[in-house]
């Protein structure tokens, strides 16, 4: 049974930072990419970075040159560290892993940017 976990999250003043980690679980076949999305609330899901399995980033605009998002594909584990906050960006984050076959859902963790 694969399973992301997700510690982290939490308060934070808008300008700061946070990093959130998403340690994954189980036998998972073939990842393609393990990545984060948020979810406002009110708001559709949507993008925050990727990372393919060769290491290719990919990130939502507004997010570029603020958010990195990393990997440690020995502990199975992405990374996203999040640097000049804005509390527009409180929301549920959720760390995703695509693999051929199958996309796998870490259970979210809040931010709350306060202002």
């Known amino acids: 049974q694969v399973r992301l976990v997700e510690p982290g999250g939490g308060l934070v003043q808008a300008g700061g930072s946070l990093r959130l980690s998403c340690a994954a679980s189980?036998?998972?076949?073939?990842?393609?990419?393990m990545g984060w999305y948020r979810q406002a609330p009110g708001n559709q899901r949507e993008l925050v970075a990727t990372?393919?399995?060769?290491?290719?980033?990919n990130y939502a605009n507004s997010m570029k040159g603020r958010f990195t998002n990393s990997k440690d594909s020995a502990k199975r584990t992405v990374y996203l560290q999040m640097n000049s906050l804005k509390p527009g960006e409180t929301a549920d984050y959720y760390c995703n892993v695509v693999s051929n076959s199958t996309i796998y859902w870490g259970q979210g963790t809040r931010v709350t940017v306060s202002s």
């Open positions: 189980g036998i998972i076949f073939n990842t393609r990419s």
């Open positions: 990372i393919t399995s060769d290491g290719t980033t």
